[in-house]
């Protein structure tokens, strides 16, 4: 049976004060993220290998789109133009070439169906995201249990070879925590008087 991993929290750093990978780039999908121009919904998507960033996508129109065009702020007439994250992601990565057979996808939010059936055509070896309890962000969930079938029903189907990861409560936390970190850092090293 198919079961979502469901995580509270990520690994302690290690000894050399690191980050757990998954905590690092779920961090960097959500700066990601707000590239998008969409003024409700920012979600952001990375696709790494061994732990190096093949491909990464933010939700927006096609790429070379008129955005000043894009009627961004009227449901549901923006659905129409606006690709999410995951797929900007997977397209992104055609652009260029790459391969994204057995990649690990890292997303900003829950994925819509859509978006984790996309992820799945890659064969991904897992999909992690973070679930804030957006109950927008829940309809992956919604759209599968509405005739029937659990979450799990529908993986055990298409999944059958995919970790899918999802960080919750004290994780969105320790995601906040360590970019609010990073600004920290950043600051110390390039706000400082000198660089004025
Ligand atoms: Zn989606």
Redesign the pocket.
Known sequence: MFKIEVRNKFKDNDSLKRPDWNLHFLAMTCVISNRSFDTSTKCGCIATRDNLILSSGFNGPPAGSLDIKIPIDTRPDKYWYME?S??NCIYNACKSGINLNRCVFYVSGV??I??MRGMLCMNPKEIVYLDGGDTQMNHYKKDVTNNGDTIEDYLCRVAPNTNVIEYKGEAIKQVIDYIYSIYSSVELRLGGENNG
């Open positions: 999410h995951e797929r994925p819509c859509d978006c």
